[in-house]
């Protein structure tokens, strides 16, 4: 439910200005609010910048195929939930602050560490700085809606009560807690972006398999750089985590993975991990997903986790739950009482479903249109 506003410029040009007045026509009208074309189009940009779209063949490409008519309507319904929220926004005067957005920024900046690792991570993903204020906008108006709709607080006896009525999910096998620092060297991977930088084909394979080699070499010579700089210091670990791990995802978290079983993990990983003691930085592990420092901080023996062990992960579920719940009610009272007019019809969810049925019935190298013409 992420979306950018489309800012349409007021200086279309005479030979511009047909397709302006296209882009700018409601295609849907959510309780007399326009959704136009320019807005759909906005986020379909999005989706044809998705590697899974980019790496679809062309069949899969085509306005009527599967995959382009499920994605039309999961938009047209992602932009209708959207102005149903932004009107309920407006109906209870919830805004997003300034000060609100840095709060919840700086909130964000603290788990990962540090504003440079946080810039690096946006020009990773390829996220502006525009981009994530309005995302935590977004998130502030949505917590502000459902605190204002619904009590979605958790006390300590509907934690307690959870874990007593549900101790089958906290009986767990032999765990380790790890964290662990991973420098990406994927061959395949390597190979695939020194062949495509080869646009003139100049190299031959042997060039190609130097150059992968020399890639593997440099990842393994800063894993053991890194390495070395975690067996001076261990308790640097998680800044290290933090500076060079490829794993984005715990090295906001300084790279910690949490409690896991042994058949959560890779055999190699596993093995290592289940295997040193804690608070040592093991030698370097290498998987299919490259070069890991693994450091293991804590150890939970097969049984049933003790209730102090697992009760704010309990709380966060039952809280996230009602959250989920709460906002999902709402939306359902907006969308049953709300007048949605799907002035172009093809982009009504139940016509894209019409559509959708024709194309999957047609035979296997069948035309869509025979097969809806069939259908009909």
């Not at 995959?67 to 939930?81: G, P, S, T």
């Not at 380790?176 to 930088?197: F, Q």
């Not at 393994?220 to 794993?247: E, G």
């Amino acid at each position: 439910m992420k979306f950018t506003k489309v800012l349409l410029s007021a200086a279309c040009s005479v030979l511009l200005f047909a397709g302006c007045s296209v882009n700018n026509k409601a295609i849907i009208t959510v309780n007399g609010d326009a959704i136009t074309k320019a807005d759909y189009e906005k986020v379909m940009d999005v989706v044809k910048n998705n590697p899974q779209y980019k790496s679809a063949s062309d069949e899969q490409k085509k306005e009527n195929s599967p995959m382009m008519l499920l994605a039309r309507e999961r938009i047209v319904q992602d932009l209708i939930v959207r102005k149903l929220l932004d009107q309920e926004y407006a109906k209870r005067n919830i805004t997003a602050s300034d000060a609100e957005i840095q709060a919840k920024k700086e909130e964000i900046i603290k788990q990962i560490g540090s504003k440079e690792k946080f810039d690096e991570l946006l020009k990773q993903n390829n996220v502006t700085e525009k981009k994530i204020n309005e995302d935590i906008a977004n998130e502030v108006k949505i917590n502000k809606l459902v605190e204002a709709t619904a009590n979605v607080s958790v006390s300590d006896n509907d934690v307690k009560d959870f874990y007593n009525q549900n101790k089958a999910q906290f009986n767990y096998p032999q765990r380790v807690r790890a964290s662990h620092i991973l420098i990406e060297a994927n061959p395949e991977m390597i190979r695939k972006t020194i062949i495509d930088a080869d646009k003139d084909g100049k190299l031959s394979a042997a060039d190609i398999n130097k150059k992968v080699q020399e890639e593997l070499d440099k990842k393994m010579a800063l894993a053991k750089d890194v390495r070395a700089q975690a067996l001076n210091n261990p308790k640097n670990f998680a800044a290290l985590a933090q500076k060079y791990s490829d794993d984005k995802t715990s090295a906001i978290k300084g790279g910690d993975l949490g409690f896991f079983p042994r058949e959560a993990m890779v055999k190699e990983f596993s093995d290592v991990a289940f295997s040193i003691k804690p608070d040592t930085v093991s030698e370097i592990v290498v998987t299919r997903f490259g070069n890991h420092i693994i450091i293991v901080t804590d150890r939970a023996a097969a049984g049933l986790a003790p209730f102090e062990q697992v009760k704010g992960e309990i709380k966060a579920y039952l809280e996230q739950n009602k959250k989920v719940a709460a906002l999902q009610n709402l939306f359902d009272g907006l969308k049953s009482n709300a007048k949605i007019e799907f002035n172009d019809p093809s982009f009504d969810p139940q016509n894209i479903q019409k559509e959708l049925r024709g194309v999957t019935a047609a035979p296997e190298g069948a035309p869509a249109d025979s097969a809806q013409t069939s259908a009909k």
